[in-house]
Nanobody, 125 residues
């Protein structure tokens, strides 16, 4: 059974930091891409960052560049999202998901197979 479990969300002030974790099980970790997405109330789900587990290549959307860092610990089947310099507009439920390792598809949330339950990130002004 495929499982993705996010943790690390919480309430933080503007400028603060959080590290999200995504613990994966039930599939061959190295064969896929893990993506972080977020969804604010009333808004569509949007990509944040992605990592190709096999080669470790990372990709960021404009909203994450320079502030967020995605990484993986393959021994633990876990992907992290270090978020620094947080802003109120970063407030959302953050999800990790597993998908096919295709660069042209990784930004499309509809291309992902399995999702975690999400973790709430709230940034106060």
């Amino acid at each position: 059974e495929v499982q993705l479990v996010e943790s690390g969300g919480g309430l933080v002030q503007t400028g603060g930091s959080l590290r999200l974790s995504c613990a994966a099980s039930g599939f061959i970790f190295e064969d896929y891409v893990i993506g972080w997405f977020r969804q604010a109330p009333g808004k569509e789900r949007k990509g944040v960052s992605y990592i190709m587990i096999k080669d470790g290549s990372t990709h960021y959307t404009d909203s994450a560049k320079g502030r967020f860092t995605i990484s993986s610990d393959n021994a633990k089947n876990t992907v992290y999202l270090q978020m620094n310099s947080l802003k109120p507009e970063d407030t959302a439920v953050y999800y990790c998901a597993v998908g096919r390792p295709i660069i042209s598809a990784m930004a499309d949330w509809k291309m992902y197979y399995y999702w975690g339950q999400g973790t709430q990130v709230t940034v106060s002004s």
